[in-house]
Antibody, heavy 118, light 107 residues
């Protein structure tokens, strides 16, 4: 089955770090840009970061630039998000998403919850 | 950054009704616009891309239109499975941004 599966979420204190992973199945991972999108509890969707097929281009939303790092391992069909200096406002469900046409999110994982709280 | 707005923020409708949701961009995005449907506790689902192209497997009662700054998503005859929240997203330039969502509820 064509799918994405996130892992790595959990409870972390403000200032702490967490690494999210996303594993792709049954599609040619190297063909697609990949993205992380988050959704705070009861709120809307927020684009977080974007990475090109070969990892040579990366883009971030302003509030996470310098704290979060998106990366990928094409040999393992895996996408990652290293999150440092976490803030309470980073609390959200984090989704990984495949980019159709490099811009639209045509396949989503189920999401993983990150809670930043003391 | 390009700001996206949607109206209405919520709409109450009955089965079989025609529902139209509007999305407006703070600057032109050409046709780089998508619509997503999200049900509670689930991941979003892509419905329309390129402003008017229907994603594979999406029922034909959904349609999108517009270009530049003004866009619409229309559900021609509302079905029970369509009660959800709908988001627009601009893909013209980084950061990609979403609208705040429109919740379609049962009247």
């Amino acid at each position: 089955e064509v799918q994405l599966m996130e892992s790595g979420g959990g409870l972390v204190q403000p200032g702490g770090s967490l690494r999210l992973s996303c594993t792709a199945s049954e599609f040619t991972f190297t063909t697609y840009w990949m993205t992380w999108v988050r959704q705070a509890p009861g709120k809307g969707l927020e684009w977080v970061a974007h990475i090109k097929q070969d990892g040579s281009q990366k883009y971030y939303m302003d509030s996470v630039r310098g704290r979060f790092t998106i990366s990928r391992d094409n040999t393992k069909k895996s996408l990652s998000l290293q999150m440092n200096s976490l803030r309470v406002e980073d609390t959200a469900v984090y989704y990984c998403a495949r980019n159709g046409w490099g811009r639209y999110f045509d396949l989503w994982g189920r999401g993983t919850l990150v809670t930043v709280s003391s | 950054d390009i700001q996206m707005t949607q109206s209405p923020s919520s709409v109450s409708a009955s089965l079989g009704d025609r529902v139209t949701i509007t999305c407006r961009a703070s600057q032109g995005v050409s046709s780089w616009l998508a619509w997503y449907q999200q049900k509670p506790g689930k991941a979003p689902k892509l419905l329309v891309y390129g402003a008017s192209s229907l994603q594979s497997g999406v029922p034909s009662r959904f349609s999108g239109s517009g270009s530049g700054t003004d866009f619409t998503l229309t559900i021609s005859s509302l079905q029970s499975e369509d009660f959800a929240t709908y988001y627009c997203q601009q893909a013209n330039s980084f950061p990609f941004t979403f609208g705040p969502g429109t919740k379609v509820e049962i009247k």
